[in-house]
């Protein structure tokens, strides 16, 4: 069914409400690729009568946003935030933590996780400069809005073909176990990580703070408005001396003298709440 100029003025106004994601008319193709046949199924007569079926159900806001989000994602994506983090991230803030009450405990938040490998790879990252990492309280916090993407990641369960993408040899070896389909994050990796739906256009309420944020090649859907008051936000629940990584090409600097960019190992990073948090960061 293709759309009309009103159909797609319905739908974009419907994807806004439930997931903030900024559609307009040139999208028209993607709005008919994905939602054509949950239209159908509904039997609705347009899409103009599919966003007022859906504003009513609750199953179908989720199918929605699932069929709507983009979750394409790989293992140790761009990698130079993680050479960041290996080399630079994870050594001062275990330095800086060191005189603090809770020296061995991390908080680190991946918004917007997709299916997992965002997290999981930040844990990873983390055993590889810590080598008796299983002995330091460190948790991953994995977020996204969709909620298959989500029930994906509390599995922890790959193909072939997902985890052939990005992971090495080296880390499939050491933190996957083969199964019949695939392949299953291990136990050791898997309790470091816990995933949750949250919509990260809506208030943040009971996320607690971090020492480190992943809010990567999602802010790059939303309208300007929405994606500045979120970095805004997410700098709020940065302890402080932490760090926030955003996708490569996603400059911040635009949010004030805070959010000036820096550069480690080629990874662009923020630091909005200043470097010398060693008290704050011991939350
Ligand atoms: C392209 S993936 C990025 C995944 C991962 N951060 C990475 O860089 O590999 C974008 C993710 O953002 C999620 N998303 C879109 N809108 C969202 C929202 N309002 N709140 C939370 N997650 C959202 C999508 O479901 C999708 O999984």
Known sequence: MKPTPADIDAVCKLVDELCGIYLDTSKDYLIEGRLAKLVARTGAKDYVDFARL????TKLQTDVVDAI????????RDNTPFEALRYKIFP???????????????????????????????????????PDFESWDFQVYGTDISQAAVAHAERGEYNELEISRGLSQKHRGAFFLKTPGGWRINDALRR???????????????????????????????????????FLRLGQ?????????????ESLADLGPNWA???????????????????????
């Not at 960019?261 to 923020?270: D, F």
């Open 261 to 283: 960019p820096k550069q480690h190992c080629r990874a662009v990073c923020y630091q909005p709440n200043g470097c010398n948090g060693v008290a704050t960061l011991a939350r």
């Open 192 to 230: 470091r990580c816990h995933f949750e739906v949250r919509n990260l256009l809506r208030p943040f309420t009971n996320v607690g703070t971090f020492d480190l944020i992943f809010c990567r090649n999602v802010a790059i859907y939303f309208a300007p408005d929405d994606r500045r008051s979120l």
């Open 54 to 57: 859906t504003r009513g159900s």
């Open 69 to 76: 989000t983009t979750n394409e994602t790989l293992w140790f």
């Open 237 to 249: 629940t940065l302890n402080r001396g932490g760090w926030l990584f955003t996708g490569s090409g």
């Open 92 to 130: 001062e803030l275990i330095d800086a933590k060191a005189k603090s009450p809770f020296p061995r405990r991390f908080r680190v938040w991946s918004a917007a996780c997709s299916t997992g490998q965002e997290a999981f790879s930040i844990a990873m990252a983390f055993a590889d400069a810590v």
